[in-house]
T-cell receptor
Framework: QKEVEQNSGPLSVPEGAIASLNCTYSDRGSQSFFWYRQYSGKSPELIMSIYSNGDKEDGRFTAQLNKASQYVSLLIRDSQPSDSATYLC???????????FGKGTKLSVKP | GAVVSQHPSWVICKSGTSVKIECRSL??????MFWYRQFPKQSLMLMAT?????????EQGVEKDKFLINHASLTLSTLTVTSAHPEDSSFYICSARERTSGSYEQFFGPGTRLTVL
């Protein structure tokens, strides 16, 4: 059973701080990694994808991938209250071409 | 780009009735569409995977006769909840993969909130 693990949180950070979200995955053959953001009562929204080892930056978001350690992370710089949401890590490898999702980490950014 | 719509956004029905939810990819052709269910404060649960022109593949524990999925075109998939009961009340979300991209990226619709009385 392929798995994606995330700390459920809640992770609480003050406004302006860096939020660090972590994810580990079980399938060493996985090649595609995604971070989704889900606000309460809404559907998930894709915010980052990463395919190669190293860092990928997009605005205030940086995704980091370490395939040797089977570890993916998402850094959010200058966190804002509007970043408060649940962040889902997803990895390819489902038997139907689907993504395997972690249970999500709830982030709370305090003003 | 990569917009997925769902209709209706919410529905309230009586126990025993059937409800159809539509999922459309508006600006791309979707090889594959996925249907999820999410109960309050719980994680996404994949119900089934549908490919255009073929039968859906259901996850273990999901009743195929209760949750009918039709993927008639590259831009439309429907989920019908048959003989709905209060325990079927949930947030149903579809997602789609783009046909030509070769990527595993999934784009989600806004979801349909079903309440069965």
């Amino acid at each position: 059973q392929k798995e994606v693990e995330q700390n459920s949180g809640p992770l609480s950070v003050p406004e302006g701080a860096i939020a660090s979200l972590n994810c580990t995955y079980s399938d060493r053959g996985s090649q595609s990694f995604f971070w989704y953001r889900q606000y309460s009562g809404k559907s998930p929204e894709l915010i980052m994808s990463i395919y190669s080892n190293g860092d990928k930056e997009d605005g205030r978001f940086t995704a980091q991938l370490n395939k040797a350690s089977q570890y993916v992370s998402l850094l959010i710089r200058d966190s804002q209250p509007s970043d408060s949401a649940t962040y889902l890590c997803a990895v390819d490898g489902g038997s139907q071409g689907n993504l395997i999702f972690g249970k999500g980490t709830k982030l709370s950014v305090k003003p | 780009g990569a917009v997925v719509s769902q209709h209706p956004s919410w529905v309230i029905c009586k126990s025993g009735t059937s409800v159809k939810i539509e999922c459309r990819s508006l600006d791309f052709q979707a090889t594959t569409m996925f249907w999820y269910r999410q109960f309050p404060k719980q994680s996404l649960m994949l119900m089934a995977t549908s490919n255009e022109g073929s039968k859906a593949t259901y996850e273990q524990g999901v009743e195929k006769d209760k949750f009918l999925i039709n993927h008639a075109s590259l831009t439309l998939s429907t989920l019908t909840v048959t003989s709905a009961h209060p325990e079927d009340s949930s947030f149903y979300i579809c997602s789609a993969r783009e046909r030509t991209s070769g990527s595993y990226e999934q784009f989600f619709g806004p979801g349909t909130r079903l309440t069965v009385l």
